[in-house]
């Protein structure tokens, strides 16, 4: 069975940064590409990076190019999210999602719970 | 603003048919076959329904149906059941910088 299960969410000022995990179970990791998927208290779903399966390749939505970094440890079937420079906009649960292939295709099939980002003073 | 465009919301009466549209531009619905469509029920993580504009996941209901005519996409719920109300997400590739855009999602009630 898959399973995600994200953590590293919480408080955080404006400015601050925070690094979030997803912990990947029940099938080949680095056989996978990886995705961040947020979404804003009471709004709608926005993607915002993904990840080749060799962790060669990183991709990532224009609102959050230069400030958030994602990478994988396939070792420790981990994906991480680094997240710098946060903004008051920033506020979201955000779900770890599973991509079919180990490319980037433009699709999830597995979700996580997701972890809550505040963004506040 | 979103960049696909979905109804607030839908709804139908049990064992109806109910269709959500999702248009967007020839940048993204309308060039590529990479429509896909998710399911949310309140306080949980989005299901995914349908993939590339038609194509079902094993173990979704043949009830789910996906099509695509021109920038418009269209996901349809046959013989609607109490379960399946939730709120709906469209998605598409584009061919912008940002990969991947998202509709606003649609909130079918079932009546």
């Known amino acids: 069975e898959v399973q995600l299960v994200e953590s590293g969410g919480g408080l955080v000022q404006p400015g601050g940064s925070l690094r979030l995990s997803c912990a990947a179970s029940?099938?080949?990791?680095?056989?996978?590409?990886m995705s961040w998927v947020r979404q804003a208290p009471g709004k709608g779903l926005e993607w915002v990076s993904a990840?080749?399966?060799?962790?060669?390749?990183?991709y990532y939505a224009d609102s959050v190019k230069g400030r958030f970094t994602i990478s994988r440890d396939n070792s420790k079937n981990t994906l991480y999210l680094q997240m710098n420079s946060l903004r008051a906009e920033d506020t979201a649960v955000y779900y770890c999602?599973?991509?079919?292939?180990?490319?980037?295709?433009?699709?999830?099939?597995?979700w996580g719970q997701g972890t809550l980002v505040t963004v506040s003073s | 603003q979103s960049a696909l465009t979905q109804p607030a919301s839908v709804s139908g009466s049990p064992g109806q048919s109910i269709t959500i549209s999702c248009t967007g531009t020839?940048?993204?619905?309308?060039?590529?076959?990479?429509v896909s469509w998710y399911q949310q029920h309140p306080g949980k993580a989005p299901k995914l329904m349908i993939y590339?504009?038609?194509n079902r996941p094993s173990g979704v209901s043949n009830r789910f149906s996906g099509s695509k005519s021109g920038n418009t996409a269209s996901l349809t719920i046959s013989g609607l059941q109490a379960e399946d109300e939730a709120d709906y997400y469209c998605?598409?590739?584009?061919?912008?910088?940002?990969?991947?855009?998202f509709g606003g999602g649609t909130k079918l009630t079932v009546l």
């Open positions: 999602a599973k991509i079919p292939t180990t490319v980037f295709r433009y699709y999830f099939d597995y």
């Open positions: 029940g099938f080949t990791f680095s056989s996978y590409a």
């Open positions: 990840i080749s399966g060799s962790g060669g390749s990183t």
């Open positions: 020839s940048s993204d619905v309308g060039g590529y076959n990479y």
């Open positions: 590339d504009v038609s």
């Open positions: 998605s598409s590739y584009t061919s912008s910088s940002t990969y991947v855009v």
